[in-house]
């Protein structure tokens, strides 16, 4: 589907949103007038109006829509002007999706934002109805998140920060996973050499968090699996953490247990001893059959057992994934997924949406797929079942390339919000992230974020460690800069 813009270029605007509500089709963005399928975006200034026009045209029909404001300057409102003329044509062309003109993967940093200003939920509803045409259904998740997020807000001081460690090794590769991690099966001999560069991280890491005086509010240890680590391994990692880190300040400890296949009773014994207090063991599903379809080689029998011997190891704080669009899955055997991660009790459970990404090997294989109304009936029996259930949304994000177009949401038991996953998402303070993949973000006095990138293949991690030494120091430098 072709794109030209006219009068003004702010095709990133434009295109995203295109691409949101019309993901069928391929985009193709043009520089000069065309004939045929396709969208037109202009900007026109009058001596009191902007007015942005949208012309699309698509199979044959063609929709045309104007939005006009008082001229301005400032690049926000004119960028919601063309998105608007935009999606008031599209919608006479298709059924208006569910988060409206939103393309963003953070819809909830409109309403955080606005809570944390002075509105109330009433006002954020309208801002979200009127300015983003959001149904009433994702207006309610949005606005619910976002009030955990104000009160996840509330613990956080001015010198904190949350770390972030990659551990980019799996046992096998996920079908629909299009994360940069690596199979044990193939690449074991890396993981040793991989643990002794993080440990030199660790230890650069941790002088400069004394130097800096931050402190860690929380942590999170992800992947790919950190459970791929034997019991040795993770002991080794998690004491060299405890013996670099300044852990005292610490309100979060999460070690992301992934794949129920690598986890033992000694191992989350283990684990919890070391300080750990929040474990995420993800089923995705609990059907046999689906879980072979995708590659993960472990049952949901082990998942249950799983779960119970985190209870034993002491773990109070479990969260348990579940994916709604999995291949040949159906809104019945997604419903006795969810029923049985319910009767196990966990404070946590986050339903994904899945993404179908290009460098998932998912995206190549002809498996049929859950249609966009079968993901929509996951979604909802998923919500009313966990409300019915004490739980609570707490943060929510999207991703590209989601059946439906739909959302990813954590939900909670009262007092079991995730606040690694709201901080960072939210991004209400500067996470410091470490190992293979790992991304940096640096919240800047004047409200700008500074990323910087690990290397994400274990490989090239171990390669240029002493590169990645020197970008935390950079990182350090900014991180210090007094508030103007």
């Not at 969208?39 to 001596?47: I, W």
């Not at 939103?102 to 006002?123: M, N």
């Amino acid at each position: 589907m072709k794109l030209y813009l006219r009068g003004h270029e702010d095709r990133y605007a434009v295109e995203q949103l295109q691409l949101a509500l019309f993901p069928e089709e391929s985009m193709e963005p043009v520089d000069a007038p065309f004939s045929g399928d396709g969208a037109v975006s202009a900007l026109s200034k009058g001596r009191v109006f902007l007015t942005a026009t949208a012309k699309i045209t698509l199979r044959g029909q063609t929709a045309f829509a104007a939005r006009r404001i008082r001229l301005t300057d400032d690049v926000p409102a004119v960028r919601r002007l063309l998105q608007n003329a935009y999606y008031a044509a599209a919608m006479q062309l298709r059924q208006a999706p569910e988060w409206g003109s939103l393309s963003g993967v953070r819809p909830t940093k409109l309403t955080t934002r606005h809570l944390l200003s002075g509105g109330d939920p009433v006002s954020a509803d309208r801002l979200m109805q009127d300015l983003y045409h959001v149904s009433p259904e994702r207006r309610k998740l949005c606005i619910e998140a976002s009030l955990a997020t104000v009160e996840a807000a509330k613990r956080l001081r001015e010198n904190d920060v949350s770390v972030y460690m990659g551990i980019p090794f799996c046992p096998t590769r996920c079908a629909y996973c299009s994360f940069v991690s690596t199979s044990v099966e193939r690449l074991k001999d890396q993981l040793p050499l991989f643990l002794d560069a993080l440990e030199k991280e660790i230890a650069h890491v941790g002088n400069l968090l004394k130097q800096s005086g931050k402190r860690v509010r929380t942590l999170y240890i992800g992947g790919g699996t950190p459970t791929t680590l034997s019991t040795s391994q993770m002991q080794r990692l998690m004491e060299t953490i405890a013996a670099n880190f300044d852990l005292t300040d610490l309100l979060e400890y999460t070690v992301e247990g992934g794949r129920p296949d690598t986890l033992s009773f000694t191992k989350l014994k283990a684990i919890r001893a070391l300080g750990c207090d929040r474990m995420s063991i993800n089923p995705q599903t609990m059907n046999d059959a689906v879980l072979e379809c995708i590659g993960r080689r472990h049952t949901g029998e082990q998942t249950v057992t799983a779960f119970r011997d985190a209870v034993r190891a002491g773990f109070e704080g479990i969260n348990m994934d579940l994916i709604a669009g999995l291949p040949t899955d159906t809104p019945d055997s997604f419903a006795d997924s969810l029923e049985q991660v319910l009767a196990l009790r966990p404070t946590n459970v986050t339903v994904h949406t899945l993404a179908l990404k290009k460098g998932a090997d998912l995206y190549f294989d002809r498996l049929r797929l859950p249609t966009a109304d079968e993901v929509r009936d996951m979604l909802e029996t998923a919500e009313r079942r966990l409300r019915e259930e004490g739980y609570a949304p707490y943060y929510l994000y999207r991703q590209k390339y989601m059946s439906g177009s739909f959302e990813n949401v954590g939900w909670c038991k009262p007092g079991f919000a995730g606040l690694y996953n709201i901080y960072m998402m939210e991004e209400l303070h500067s996470v410091v992230a470490l190992g293979g993949g790992g991304m940096t973000k640096i919240n800047l006095p004047n409200g700008r974020l500074e990323r910087f990138h690990n290397p994400k293949f274990p490989q090239q991690y171990v390669e240029r460690i002493d590169d990645v030494l020197r970008q935390k120091d950079e990182a350090f430098a900014l991180l210090s800069q007094p508030a103007k």
